[in-house]
């Protein structure tokens, strides 16, 4: 990641980062995680990715309401142990 610039999506994808979707009509509520992979091939790996970036192009995918958030998880798996040799 550029600190100057911010995420890209390839980024979030060398980083292993999650990005949940979640919609903020009161009827509805939904959430679910956005496919980094499908947001590549649609976007490019450059794309900006931060949330400002992200939103307009987003909508519910139950509602189709515009008004949608988004939460940046980063990868939390502990690190992988090295074989003794």
Request: charged share 25%.
């Amino acid at each position: 990641m550029s600190a100057a610039k911010g995420w890209t999506v390839q980024g979030l994808i060398d980083e292993r980062m999650e990005i949940h979707v979640y919609c903020y009509n009161p009827q509805c509520h939904h959430n679910q995680p956005l496919d980094l992979g499908k947001l590549k091939a649609k976007l490019g790996p450059k794309a900006p990715a931060m949330a400002d970036d992200l939103i307009p192009k987003l909508k519910c995918a139950k509602c189709s309401g515009k008004r949608v958030g988004l939460t940046y998880t980063p990868d939390t798996a502990p690190p992988a142990y090295r074989a003794r040799s």
